[in-house]
């Protein structure tokens, strides 16, 4: 058994009615993976997804859990309500994001640095803990893929609070790195 194939496995993804998200969405379900999508959208919105990927891909298995993650309770939710549909979780990909594109000097408003920092730093980091302690209770493998952005390696103005908190995800991926082999992290940056 190939620990890099991802057919038959189930992948979690937050954000999944996004860009970056569907597209994740897509490859999974080509390659043979069941997938809870994950997204602050209504039910509609999500459900609507669901049904085109299983329209479009032959075999493909999807379910939506609506969550606001600002919120620990929804991201406990998601973990259980999808591991109620397929038993178990193997892949946790941390993809929800936001950007403010403001000055952060003159415009940038408490609330929305608030909310930027809840969903790109600390939504990835509540969810890699529970998932992790799941795992570690069942004692299963899993792997977890937090997406970053060039922005964490390539300051730039306009984006200080994005890559602030992508940096932040970027050091706690790789001081998570002791987990493995049963717990493997790793981040993107797109």
């Given at each position: 058994?190939?620990k890099?194939?991802?057919r038959?496995?189930?992948?979690?993804?937050?954000?999944?009615?996004?860009?970056i998200?569907?597209?994740?969405?897509?490859?999974?379900?080509?390659l043979?993976?069941?997938l809870?999508?994950?997204?602050?959208?209504?039910?509609?919105?999500?459900?609507?997804?669901c049904?085109?990927l299983?329209?479009?891909i032959?075999?493909?298995?999807?379910?939506?859990?609506?969550?606001d993650?600002?919120n620990?309770?929804d991201?406990?939710?998601?973990?259980?309500?999808?591991?109620e549909?397929?038993?178990h979780?193997?892949?946790?990909i941390?993809?929800?994001?936001?950007?403010?594109?403001?000055?952060?000097?003159?415009?940038?408003?408490r609330?929305?640095?608030?909310?930027?920092i809840?969903?790109?730093?600390?939504a990835?980091?509540?969810?890699?803990?529970?998932?992790?302690?799941?795992?570690?209770?069942?004692?299963?493998?899993?792997?977890?893929v937090?997406?970053?952005?060039?922005?964490?390696?390539?300051?730039?103005?306009?984006?200080e609070?994005?890559g602030a908190t992508?940096?932040a995800l970027m050091?706690?991926t790789?001081?998570?790195?002791?987990?493995?082999?049963q717990?493997?992290?790793?981040?993107?940056a797109?």
């Open positions: 058994d190939n890099y194939v991802v038959d496995k189930v992948a979690l993804i937050t954000g999944a009615l996004g860009a998200g569907k597209a994740t969405c897509f490859q999974l379900a080509k043979g993976a069941s809870i999508l994950v997204d602050i959208l209504p039910d509609s919105a999500g459900n609507g997804f049904r085109e299983i329209q479009t032959n075999n493909a298995s999807a379910v939506y859990i609506q969550a993650l600002r620990s309770r991201i406990q939710r998601m973990l259980t309500e999808g591991t549909v397929y038993s979780i193997d892949i946790l941390n993809n929800a994001g936001i950007a403010l594109y403001n000055d952060y000097y003159h415009d940038e408003k609330d929305l640095i608030d909310m930027a809840d969903i790109n730093l600390k990835p980091l509540e969810a890699t803990r529970l998932f992790a302690r799941e795992l570690k209770n069942q004692g299963r493998e899993g792997v977890v937090n997406l970053s952005s060039i922005t964490a390696l390539v300051p730039g103005r306009f984006v609070i994005y992508k940096v050091y706690f790789k001081a998570s790195a002791y987990m493995a082999p717990i493997r992290i790793a981040a993107v797109p």
